[in-house]
């Protein structure tokens, strides 16, 4: 039996919006010298609930770039959406990292440090209250902790 090809689109063919949250610079000494390699956490997201994240890992920046955005549509999460806002609050846990996600009124905007503000862009969230509870202010745990958070949302 042959099988019909869905006519909607796929994954690589919607727009998505890439951000480049946070590039790292590593260097590795060895008995050979020094190796420089870059690290960058990239979101991407359509605006319309689907957003993503990765970390890529390259020696050149671009192409760190380039593996973070390939491997973060890999790994897309569905937020559920109410009226430009979370639906409830929710605290998102990861390491030492809590972060707390409140919904807000229209007309709030995204009040949120560069690491969630991007991932609620991405997501097409356009009002929320976030604050990291933590210490921490590592840019990966954060997101992480971000998406432990969204991913716990109940509709």
């Not at 969230?125 to 840019?139: A, F, G």
């Amino acid at each position: 039996m042959r099988e019909k090809k869905v006519s909607g689109p796929s994954v690589a063919e919607e727009a998505f919006t890439e951000k480049v949250v946070f590039i790292n610079r590593v260097t590795k000494v060895t008995k050979g010298g020094k190796n420089l390699n870059f690290s960058a956490l990239i979101v991407v997201g359509d605006g319309k609930g689907k957003v993503g994240f990765a970390l890529g890992k390259a020696p050149e920046v671009a192409e760190a770039i380039r593996k973070g955005i390939n491997s973060a549509k890999k790994n897309l999460l569905t937020v559920p959406v109410e009226n430009t806002t979370v639906p409830h609050e929710v605290i998102g846990r990861f390491g030492a990292v809590r972060v707390l996600l409140k919904p807000a009124s229209l007309g709030t905007g995204v009040i949120a440090c560069l690491a969630v503000r991007s991932i609620c862009e991405a997501a097409g969230i356009k009002n929320i209250l976030t604050k990291v509870l933590t210490k921490s202010n590592n840019s990966i745990n954060v997101v992480k902790a971000v998406f432990e958070g969204l991913k716990s949302i109940k509709i």
